[in-house]
């Protein structure tokens, strides 16, 4: 059985690429358009890791996984940060929200194939 990610980022052209890469890896892929979207696919369906952008229309990603941390469901999933942010204090607070990774857009697909190997399988 495949497993899931949920890939949640403003803009349509990266999660197409996004989702584009994780299918051809076998993964099934939800996409979000924001963390409010996201937030609302996550509770209506499970998925084994969460892949989110930070800056986003209605809710952001460090929002989105300080609320998803909070859902029994949530606690333990992983959830990488995919973002334009590199500072190590977004990256510190990526890490308190409860982010378990952080990837730098531009992103290599082959370098995201990888980290979600690592992480789930």
Same mark, same amino acid.
């Given at each position: 059985?495949a497993?899931t =990610?949920?890939?949640? @980022?403003? *803009?349509?052209s990266?999660?197409?690429m996004?989702?584009?890469s994780?299918?051809?890896? $076998? %993964?099934n #892929?939800?996409e979000? #358009?924001d $963390?409010?979207?996201g937030l609302? /696919?996550?509770?209506?369906q499970?998925?084994?890791l969460?892949?989110?952008?930070? +800056?986003m229309?209605r809710?952001?990603g460090? *929002?989105?996984i /300080?609320?998803?941390r909070?859902l029994p469901? %949530?606690?333990?999933t992983? =959830?990488?940060m995919?973002?334009?942010? *590199? *500072? @190590?204090?977004?990256k510190?607070?990526?890490?308190?929200? $409860?982010? +378990?990774?952080?990837?730098v857009k531009?992103f290599?697909?082959?370098?995201? =194939?990888?980290? #979600? /190997? /690592?992480?789930i399988?």
């Open positions: 059985m497993k =990610i949920l890939a949640v @980022d403003d *803009s349509s990266l999660r197409q996004v989702a584009f994780l299918k051809a890896a $076998g %993964y #892929v939800l979000a #358009v $963390g409010q979207d609302d /696919k996550a509770r209506q499970s998925v084994d969460v892949l989110t952008d930070q +800056n229309p809710m952001d460090l *929002s989105l /300080k609320t998803l909070t469901t %949530y606690a333990k992983p =959830i990488l995919l973002t334009t942010e *590199s *500072s @190590d204090e977004m510190a607070k990526g890490r308190a929200a $409860g982010a +378990n990774g952080w990837l531009p290599d697909p082959q370098r995201l =194939i990888e980290v #979600v /190997k /690592k992480v399988g």
